[in-house]
């Protein structure tokens, strides 16, 4: 990272300072730091409190916002979210043909909103402020987030030619779709970077600037994949957990650095439809109290929580439950509770269909 967080180091108090030997105003003490009950029960009482009364959402208008896997799925419905919001949009995709088609979704809701602000001047509403036309743009790269290069030189092209990101969503991602010991190493390792190692490469390009101006948004897309497993999908689980834990990381670094500016939200949605894990399947008698996620409604959730600063978010709320009770349960009652949910062999009809689809293309292709 162009610059690394610091933190304050207690200063050393003198025999005779009032504080010395116990506790002063800023918590410390000679022995290190205590834990203050008063902050504790504070951020209590606030997480109870937005629960109870949603928090206002801030504006994104005008700013620059970063997405990888902009091409298609949740990525795409990210951009279309933000361009409605005003953002200035930057769209990162290894596909340039379906990342172009994302762009022109983008633009057609700025024509829309051009109209509606000409509407409203015509019609003399001048309450609100309008943003100029000229500052709704958006931007397509082609980059793979797998190649650290590609990445680095990507991100210094948007600098020069579109400016400072202000928020930056590492969204993109693969499955290999293969048994451990079916998956070629290549497949292992594709999907470690694309899903764990690019949020480092990302963040390390754009994370400095957000530094010195003390402004910024992290998102993390990862997966309720990143809190507990399931059989048949190591790699990808092993990429969640990594990812997840990068972020909990930062976020840590960016406290103690007192970085307060910055904000960072992890997403963690079970299964979405978007055909990535299409053949997935749990228990019929669960599924329709679980059924798979409708992409807008997930990237709705997630956008409410972005746009509130909320460090985290579970969709269905129902994935806090199943990761307290896999950190409290014994693993074997975790087994049987994944028995009964049908969640311990819930990929093996994808990896099947996988399977299948690579054979077919096989023979079609005479290999």
């Not at 969709?315 to 349960?329: A, D, G, H, Q």
Request: proline fraction near 5%; charge should be positive; include cysteine.
């Amino acid at each position: 990272m162009a610059r690394a967080l610091q933190t304050a180091r207690p200063r050393r108090r003198s025999p005779g300072h009032p504080t010395a030997g116990g506790v002063s105003c800023e918590g410390r003490c000679d022995e290190g730091w205590r834990l203050r009950p008063r902050p504790l029960l504070w951020a209590f009482v606030l997480a109870a409190a937005r629960w109870l009364v949603r928090p206002k959402e801030k504006s994104v208008a005008g700013q620059v916002c970063l997405i990888t896997g902009a091409g298609s799925g949740l990525g795409r419905l990210f951009a279309l979210e933000f361009a409605r919001r005003r953002a200035l949009l930057v769209l990162w995709d290894i596909n340039t043909q379906s990342n172009e088609e994302t762009a022109g979704m983008v633009r057609h809701i700025y024509r829309d909103l051009e109209a509606a602000d000409a509407a409203a001047l015509q019609a003399g509403n001048g309450e609100e402020e309008i943003l100029p036309h000229c500052n709704l743009q958006v931007f397509t790269y082609t980059c793979d987030v797998g190649k650290r290069e590609n990445v680095y030189l990507t991100a210094e092209r948007v600098r020069k030619e579109v400016g400072e990101v202000s928020v930056l969503v590492n969204n993109a991602g693969v499955v290999s779709g293969h048994h451990l010991l079916e998956c070629p190493d290549e497949l292992i390792e594709r999907t470690m970077m694309v899903n764990c190692h690019a949020h480092f490469w990302t963040t390390k390009a754009f994370l400095p600037t957000m530094l010195e101006i003390n402004h910024g948004h992290i998102v993390t897309v990862a997966s309720s994949l990143g809190l507990f497993s399931t059989a048949g999908v190591e790699d990808y689980c092993a990429s969640k957990f990594g990812v997840v834990g990068f972020h909990e990381s930062l976020s840590h670094e960016l406290k103690a650095a007192e970085k307060d500016g910055i904000k960072t939200t992890l997403v963690c949605p079970y299964l979405v439809d978007t055909g990535m894990f299409r053949g997935c399947r749990i228990r019929k008698e669960i599924e329709p109290f679980l059924p798979p996620l409708k992409p807008d409604y997930c990237v709705k959730q997630a956008m409410k929580a972005i746009l509130t600063d909320q460090p985290m978010i579970c969709t269905p709320r129902l994935m806090y439950i199943v990761t307290f009770m896999k950190s409290i349960l014994p693993f074997e009652a975790v087994v049987c509770m994944y028995r009964f949910l049908g969640a311990d062999k819930c990929m093996y009809p994808f990896i099947a269909q996988r399977k299948q689809a690579t054979n077919n293309n096989e023979a079609k292709n005479g290999i």
